[in-house]
């Protein structure tokens, strides 16, 4: 699946219709106009989601006035344990990430049209996992259409620049 997305094969993303951290029903049709980041992962992972939604945060806040033109994403992958603790969670990084959850179904389905990875892992009790998963920070355009992806811990002010150059688009 990595090689899809690095070497551009098939598809990626697509239409999702989730609900938001409000209980709200959201699709992917009404972001258009502006770009999209969209990003897979869980609350309860330990460090490279923090890492990136504070990178994609500060990316953000480096455009100014200019942000209003992206609208970030966060999708969990642990539906079952995101369920409150979604909308504190993105609200906490950045104010104008929508967090988006379905049923295991639903986000798996995203997830296999963004070619996402993600997999439980057991861990040392009985009832625990964490979750094994690609960090990829997606880019769609105005029009839903790929663009490309940033690797995990891709360095906010690199991460400004990219956001700077599609803005400028
Ligand atoms: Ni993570």
Redesign the pocket.
């Known amino acids: 699946m990595m090689d899809d997305l690095m070497f551009g094969r098939g598809t990626v993303g697509g239409p999702f219709t989730l609900t938001d951290q409000t209980g709200r029903t959201r699709s992917d049709s009404e972001f258009r106009g502006k770009l999209m980041i969209v990003y897979f992962?869980?609350t309860f992972?330990p460090?490279?989601?923090p890492a990136d939604l504070i990178a994609i945060t500060q990316a953000l806040d480096a455009l100014g006035p200019a942000a209003e033109g992206i609208q970030p994403i966060f999708i969990t992958i642990d539906p079952e344990r995101d369920t409150k603790v979604l909308g504190d969670y993105v609200a906490a990084f950045h104010h104008g990430f929508v967090g988006l959850t379905g049923s295991p179904e639903e986000i798996r389905q995203v997830a296999n049209a963004y070619k996402a990875y993600y997999a439980k892992v057991p861990g040392e009790h009985e009832g625990e996992y964490s979750i094994d998963?690609m960090?990829a920070i997606y880019l769609m355009g105005r029009k839903g259409e790929y663009l490309g992806f940033m690797p995990p811990q891709t360095n906010p002010d690199r991460l400004t620049e990219i956001l700077r150059k599609y803005l400028a688009k």
């Open positions: 992962g869980y992972c460090d490279v989601c998963h960090g």
